[in-house]
């Protein structure tokens, strides 16, 4: 594989020398084992501190939303197509944005190491190509990469950015095939009742943090509506009830706006599986609309305007 | 204080016992996560853990806890009182460095005009039996912040895994009227209290992440405007982990749940949160989240220090371990010592 790393150095000194961009986002080596951090670059001499590996999942697309200077982001498919929808949603000029497409062969999910090594703590670790090599007291292990990816990166389409201004090295081929969406059908097959019993269990976990939605990229509201409190629209206890209106509610919000990058699934510290709910949307989104969020700079995401043709069959 | 002996086998039974008498908070575990549970007949305590998910500070100070009830009739308020829980309690098997968060938090909710009964109601009910911690992770840093793997602070009981069987360590007089409890308990042996002496000092050498904390408070008295809170803040995402997640974070909000026929609530809350401090107004003082980040390191790091006398942390690490873009308030720290010594 190309030495991307290096790549992204070269366009990064040239974009912020050349004054195209004002700060380049990207990533720097984490505090942590199997952990890059996002890094903020504004002048031509530090790009060396950027990385590029199987590690780099946070989304840097929730970094330009509110930004006033011209930035150029380190985007991944799934970044690329969520700055394509804030754009569409007119959160900042297109033209304040350059976006350096990046081929994305998925990022590794922490959580499934851990599972695998148990109570074993990783203190050092090389992510290759196809390997992440683990060491730690006592043990040494070679972990084939494509076994510890995260969900949404094994279901992902769009692993070469699909709207860029500069593309970084080469393509790499697209997955085609497998079902997308084989993982909603087992949320498909339940009832109505087991369906809601089965989300009243996964969110019964939820501690309210809001890391999913303050690292979603499409959470941009200025004031959220969990967060009204003249008057409250919502309870904020950590009462199930309170608990599932705010997951619905934001689930409703993101439809067919989510790319399903999984942003919000790794950073939920209680393991809820947040992803499954927004898979199944984004299935919908596709089976009514035949769209896609995030490839188009035209198309509006479906709820957010009206069409003559839109089905009606709600109205009876 | 007193050394006492038990079996590795006799500990479920130990456990067992202790809940026919008192509400037990213990590690459970499910699926992947370990977190402070009531035990009852449907789960059990687990004590191979690194360190709970979420520190068990809701054990006294849970993330929501109502009041009292109210009914507003037509000329009149009808309010029902709902007292703190009155149960007798054990918390069992917390690690050394959450152990220590409940001196801090004791001198928080006990101090001022108003003290907080709710808090110190259960805690006062509670015997909190430690765990010590022969396996520390590369992001723990207990002992920087006064801690040790095998500190007593904050308990009144501590259990030692030395290997082959645990030994039971009696801190306060609750703890010793909890091991009376036990009198087939035998009393260790010299060989056994050596052994848990020498795993301490083992442990203590594992912590190995170490951050300078000293002059930290006086620095910080000088670096209310400074530039560096224009750096940190920058990749933080606002989100509650580090907040939620931490064994001191305590504070709050009271909320009126619905308008005529309610009740009034005491939630988490978290400096992180665009909201918080939110006044009526629609005025916000800590408008970014560069003054929330700023919140949060003072208070932990300035504002205790200086009501307290103490630093509002622990060294758990949990902040470290779970932010999802890896900022690593040990790093602040350092950024903090480094700052002025320039």
């Known amino acids: ?63 330009v939303v509110d930004r006033k200077e011209k930035v150029g982001v380190i985007a991944k498919g799934c970044d690329a197509r969520l700055i394509a929808v804030c754009a569409i949603e007119k959160q900042f000029p297109r033209e304040n944005v350059v976006i350096i497409g990046i081929p994305c062969l998925g990022v590794v999910d922490r959580k499934k190491i851990e599972t695998k090594l148990g109570d074993r ?9 196809e390997q992440i090599k683990v060491k730690g007291e006592g043990f040494e292990l070679v972990l084939q990469k494509n076994d510890f990816l995260c969900d949404s990166c094994l279901t992902c389409r769009h692993r070469n950015s699909p709207i860029y201004d500069v593309f970084v090295g080469k393509k790499v081929p697209e997955v085609k095939g497998a079902n997308e969406f084989a993982e909603v059908s087992s949320l498909e097959s339940k009832s109505a009742e087991e ?28 004031m959220c509506f969990v967060d009204q409190t003249m008057p409250a629209w919502f309870g904020k206890t950590n009462d199930l009830s309170d608990t599932m209106i705010y997951h619905i509610v934001r689930a409703f919000h993101v439809a067919g706006r989510c790319v399903d990058c999984g942003a919000c699934s790794r950073a939920c510290p209680m393991d809820i599986n947040l992803r499954e709910l927004m898979k199944k949307t984004e299935k919908i989104m596709k089976e009514r609309y035949s769209y896609e969020a995030g490839v188009s700079l035209k198309e509006v995401p479906p709820l957010g305007e009206f069409k003559m043709e839109d089905s009606q069959e709600f109205i009876k | 204080m007193k050394w006492k002996v038990l079996e590795k086998s006799e500990l479920p039974a130990l456990v067992a016992k202790l809940t026919e008498e008192y509400e037990v908070f213990a590690p459970v575990k499910e699926k992947n996560i370990v977190s402070f549970e009531r035990l009852s007949s449907e789960n059990q305590a687990y004590l191979d853990f690194w360190n709970t998910k979420k520190p068990p500070k809701d054990v006294f100070f849970p993330q929501t806890e109502t009041l009292f009830t109210y009914r507003i009739a037509e000329k009149d308020v009808e309010i029902v009182e709902i007292p703190a829980a009155k149960g007798k309690r054990v918390l069992f098997g917390v690690r050394p460095c959450d152990a220590r968060s409940f001196v801090l938090l004791n001198k928080f909710f006990s101090s001022g005009e108003h003290k907080d009964v709710y808090y ?42 030395i290997n082959d069987k645990y030994l039971i360590e009696t801190i306060t007089e609750k703890g010793e009227e909890l091991v009376e409890k036990f009198p087939s308990l035998k009393d260790a042996e010299k060989a056994d209290v050596e052994r848990a002496k020498k795993l301490s000092e083992d442990a203590e050498t594992a912590v190995k992440s170490k951050v300078s904390v000293k002059d930290v408070s006086e620095k910080l008295d000088r670096m209310f405007e400074d530039p560096l809170w224009d750096q940190i803040y920058q990749k933080c995402l606002g989100c509650g982990i580090c907040t939620f997640l931490c064994p001191t974070c305590c504070c709050f909000d009271i909320l009126d749940e619905e308008t005529v026929e309610g009740k009034r609530v005491k939630i988490w809350d978290s400096c992180q949160f665009s909201c918080f401090t939110l006044h009526g107004s629609g005025h916000n003082p800590r408008s970014s989240g560069k003054e929330r980040m700023r919140q949060r390191i003072m208070h932990k790091f300035n504002y205790f220090v200086n009501d307290f006398s103490e630093i509002f942390c622990v060294g758990c690490g949990r902040c470290v371990q779970e932010c999802p873009v890896n900022l690593d308030i040990r790093e602040i720290i350092g950024a903090i010592s480094a700052r002025q010594a320039e």
């Not at chain 1, 670059?41 to 946070?58: F, G, I, P, R, Y």
Request: charged share 30%; glycine share 4%; proline share 4%.
């Open chain 1, 1 to 63: 594989m190309e030495d991307l790393e290096n790549l992204i150095r070269e366009i990064a000194k040239k974009l912020l020398s050349e004054k195209k961009v004002d700060l380049i986002i990207g990533y720097e080596q984490g505090t942590l084992p199997l952990h890059t951090t996002p890094c903020f670059v504004d002048k031509a001499e530090d790009v060396k501190k950027l990385v590029w590996n199987a590690s780099c999942d946070a989304n840097l697309s929730k970094y």
């Open chain 1, 121 to 129: 703590e990783v203190l050092e670790a090389i992510v290759e190509d």
């Open chain 1, 195 to 222: 369906r809601w019993k089965h989300f009243k269990e996964e969110l019964s976990k939820c501690i309210r943090c809001y890391a999913c939605r303050n690292v979603c990229p499409l959470c941009y509201c200025k």
């Open chain 2, 120 to 161: 110190l109601e259960k805690r006062r009910n509670t015997t909190i039996f430690g765990l010590a911690c022969t396996s520390p992770r590369s992001t723990c840093f207990c002992t920087s912040l006064g801690g040790s793997p095998f500190g007593k602070d904050g308990m009144d009981l501590l259990l030692q895994d």
